[in-house]
């Protein structure tokens, strides 16, 4: 059903997602666009590569947090609309915002539509859903980011454990939210292509969090 709620709702979502939290930070802080250097994305990692850790740290937070309010907004369209909140009705309606947050974050009006990938994003989205599959994806991403210091295999990685971890580990019964798990993974792949070929070639950049890298 369509209403008035549900729309305003999702046009919130979108503004949400199209916040470009690296950009306004970096520009804001550091009087740096982080699209003009590093990879040249808009998101957490280039944020770490560029301006350092507690800049990158922030951007993350805040773009799991964009994720998180878009689905959220769904308990304020009205059970009318969503049916009740442990709903199959419910969790379409929360995956569908989460989806446009994300697509803000890709294609922000904010900032001439060049965005950063939205894994922090889709993070959020996943938490707002599914908080035990997110708990998952969070002990993937850590334990294959210690191992290798790449991002972004933590990062396709932890993508592939969400569907992995809703079919098999908890057993869910709402289509949508496996469907949505498979989406995650094309997403994540296609958003990460430059990054396989890097890491194919042995030429894609790591992250230190806790140390140093050695000279």
């Not at 740096?32 to 350092?52: C, I, K, M, P, Q």
């Not at 993974?185 to 958003?191: A, M, P, S």
Request: glycine share 10%; charged share 10%; proline share 2%.
């Amino acid at each position: 059903m369509i209403s008035i709620y549900s729309i305003s709702a999702l046009i919130a979502a979108y503004l949400l997602g199209s916040i470009p939290t690296a950009v306004w930070l970096g520009q804001a802080f550091y009087g740096v666009d982080v699209r003009e250097y590093g990879s040249g994305n808009a998101g957490a990692t280039n944020t770490f590569r560029v301006l350092g850790k507690k800049a990158g740290i922030a951007v993350m937070f805040i773009d799991i947090f964009k994720g998180y309010t878009a689905c959220k907004l769904a308990y304020f369209i009205g059970l009318s609309v969503t049916g009740p909140h442990n709903s199959t009705q419910f969790v379409n309606y929360q995956l569908a915002l989460g989806v446009i947050a994300v697509m803000g974050h890709l294609f922000p009006i904010f900032a001439g539509f060049r965005g950063g990938k939205g894994v922090a994003t889709l993070f959020g989205m996943i938490l707002a859903v599914n908080y035990q599959a997110a708990m998952i994806c969070v002990l993937v991403f850590v334990l294959v980011l210690l191992a290798t210091k790449y991002v972004s295999l933590s990062s396709i990685c932890a993508g592939f454990a969400f569907p992995i971890s809703v079919v098999f580990i908890l057993q869910s019964s709402i289509k949508s939210e496996v469907l949505y798990g498979i989406c995650v993974c094309l997403l994540i792949l296609v958003t990460h292509q430059k990054n396989l070929e890097r890491l194919l070639k042995g030429k894609e950049s790591k992250v230190y969090l806790f140390k140093k890298k050695q000279s």
